[in-house]
């Protein structure tokens, strides 16, 4: 069984060969560090903030509608305001209880809507099945729509025209930003077609664009032969929700992948007793890799961060002016 620091043995015995004869004839593989780079971004967010203080500019703020009391909800919501303040962004969080009916939720977004000092809100997904999101999503004003969830955002990314990207999606893109990689020409197979991350990325990796101008293979659940698909790929970008989907034989030598799975499983482990696992079999894949996000602590992290950095450019108007 292979772990993180033996995975990371392998690298430095590279390294060290440069010296000396070479202890093993493995390529270099990089496990991308989410964690760092998204502390990195917030530093910079946060010191934007500082300079806006200082020029008496608007101070970012970002509302989240949270309704009913789910676990994952509360943890992600908590956590997105926990950022907010932060880095010192204003926030509101406003609940409603399960019961809430559709047209209480509506005249919720609508008061947001109209709300001058809030520059952006999210109502957290999923709503409880006799809310239609879709209508919820489409009440939400675009200009404010941080989470890129919005048919004219959507639309907007579509035709490369300025937009706010879903956190997911903007998160990957940095990932590759900040590591460098090259995307251009590079065949790029995404599993998964989810409205929030496998739909938009696959737009997002196709388009003239940089990262993009890759080559898109878009996988789901009706896809004949993966295995196949996936080994032509240089790039895998897993979003399936099944934990360990993506095993070794499935990937071809240098493969860059981008586990998107965020699975609670239980463990004994523990003290809460469960744990987050990816779509990919990590110590399966990662010695065949040039590039991996580990779960936890690859795309996880990344999603906040680009949450707050729609935030920002909400507040300066950068894409809606
Ligand atoms: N539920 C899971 N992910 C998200 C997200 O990025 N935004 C919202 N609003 N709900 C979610």
């Known amino acids: 069984m292979l772990n993180y620091r033996e995975v990371w043995n392998v690298e430095t015995l590279h390294a060290t060969s440069l010296h000396s004869k070479p202890l093993l004839n493995k390529k270099k593989m990089i496990i991308i560090d989410g964690k760092k780079i998204s502390a990195e971004i917030r530093q910079e967010i946060a010191a934007d903030v500082v300079k806006i203080k ?5 101070i970012p703020h970002l509302a989240a509608v949270l309704v009913g009391h789910d676990g994952g ?5 908590a956590n997105k305001i926990k950022a907010c303040e932060e880095i010192g962004f204003k926030s509101t969080l406003i609940r409603h209880e399960d019961s809430v009916s559709e047209q209480e939720l509506l005249l919720s977004v609508k008061k947001l809507n109209e709300e001058p000092d809030i520059d952006g809100f ?14 919820i999503t489409e009440a939400i004003d675009h200009k404010k729509d941080v989470d890129g969830f919005h048919p004219v955002n959507v639309g907007r990314m579509v035709i490369n025209l300025p937009c706010y990207i879903s956190a997911t999606p903007f998160g990957i893109l940095t990932l590759f930003e900040r590591y460098n990689i090259d995307t ?7 599993i998964g077609r989810s409205n929030i991350v496998g739909t938009p990325m696959s737009i997002l990796m196709s388009r003239k664009a940089k990262p993009g101008n890759a080559t898109v293979t878009l996988c789901h659940s009706r896809t004949k032969n993966i295995a196949e698909i996936t080994r032509s790929a240089d790039i895998v970008i897993v979003a399936m929700g099944i934990p360990g989907f993506l095993s070794g034989d499935m990937v071809n030598e240098g493969a860059i992948v981008i586990d998107v799975g965020t699975t609670r499983v239980k463990s004994e482990l523990t003290k809460s007793g469960w744990k987050l696992m990816g779509d990919v079999k990590f110590d399966e894949v990662a010695p065949k890799c040039s590039y991996i996000t580990p779960v936890p602590g690859g795309v996880g992290p990344m999603t906040i961060v680009s949450l707050l950095r729609n935030t920002l450019l909400a507040a300066k108007r950068e894409i809606y002016k």
């Not at 200082?54 to 608007?58: L, P, S, V, W």
């Not at 909800?73 to 919501?77: A, I, N, Q, R």
């Not at 109502?123 to 209508?135: D, G, M, T």
């Open 122 to 135: 999210i109502v957290q997904l999923p709503l409880p099945a006799h809310i239609s999101e879709q209508k």
């Open 54 to 58: 200082e020029h008496g500019g608007k």
């Open 73 to 77: 909800s509360e943890t992600y919501v």
């Open 184 to 190: 251009v020409g590079k065949n790029c197979v995404i």
